[in-house]
């Protein structure tokens, strides 16, 4: 009895993870394909926003929050 409970916890954590790296990596996507999308999220979610950059800096790719900004800052004037 205590094992087929700790397998069907074990399952739906597992399926909790699989949904949550789905969904991660469905944001990360979109926040790579377009920078008014990376705008919104600066001004509703701006942590979430730094993970974005921070990542991209980790692979190596670097001058993407700079340029955002560049963007952003001609783009009010």
Do not use: H
């Not at 993870?17 to 979109?30: D, I, N, R, S, T």
């Not at 701006?46 to 560049?70: F, M, T, W």
Request: hydrophobic content about 35%; proline content about 1%.
């Amino acid at each position: 009895m205590n094992t087929l409970l700790a397998k069907k916890i074990i399952k739906g954590v597992i399926i909790l993870e699989v949904f949550g790296f789905g969904g991660a990596y469905m944001l990360y996507y979109k926040m790579d394909g377009s920078q008014d999308f990376r705008q919104k999220m600066k001004k509703r979610y701006p942590s979430i926003l730094e993970v974005y950059y921070k990542c991209n800096e980790s692979a190596g790719i670097y001058g993407l929050r700079e340029r955002d900004e560049e963007t952003w800052l001609s783009s009010k004037n």
